[in-house]
């Protein structure tokens, strides 16, 4: 059974390095009586582009483009303006489709409670790493049980 799939591996190799440069998998998975559930696929990122999926980047650009509704477009190009001048670069539709999903659900959005008018409430107030830490430390002292006996033992 290995000599089989040593074999299968030394066929996909030999594809690869073909002058064509393209992987005929199924055709070598078959020619090897391979079962279907013995055979795993690890595709990068790329791969769906190859295929002619857009991608992350390029959705936003095709769905800017698909967007027929006047006040839609404007909407969209207005927020993507926003998140790209932030970002400083382009931005994937994963960005986009959350942060549309935090602008229609604002009012659960917990940052924006900080915020009057534009305004930042906490201007003025400590820093907030070192409450970060403190936070963190507070929660490992009493959430990490030691190896001492303890009122349970």
């Avoid at 791969?47 to 936003?60: I, Q």
């Avoid at 915020?115 to 990490?144: H, Q, T, V």
């Amino acid at each position: 059974m290995i000599e089989k799939y040593q074999k299968v591996g030394k066929t996909v190799r030999d594809a690869k390095a073909s002058s064509t440069g393209k992987y005929y998998l199924i055709r070598i998975i078959m020619d090897h009586n391979v079962k279907s559930s013995e055979v795993v696929f690890l595709l990068g990122a790329g791969a769906s582009v190859a295929a002619g999926v857009p991608d992350t980047y390029s959705f936003v650009k095709k769905f800017i483009e698909s967007i027929d509704e006047q006040t839609k477009k404007e909407t969209i190009e207005k927020i993507v303006q926003i998140l790209e001048a932030w970002k400083k670069s382009d931005i994937d539709v994963e960005l986009l489709l959350e942060t549309l999903v935090k602008l229609k659900d604002k009012k659960q959005e917990p940052l924006l409670q900080f915020y009057d008018g534009g305004n930042f409430i906490l201007k003025g107030y400590a820093e907030k790493k070192p409450l970060i830490d403190d936070l963190k430390d507070f929660i490992k002292s009493k959430a990490i049980v030691s190896g001492e006996c303890n009122r349970f033992c």
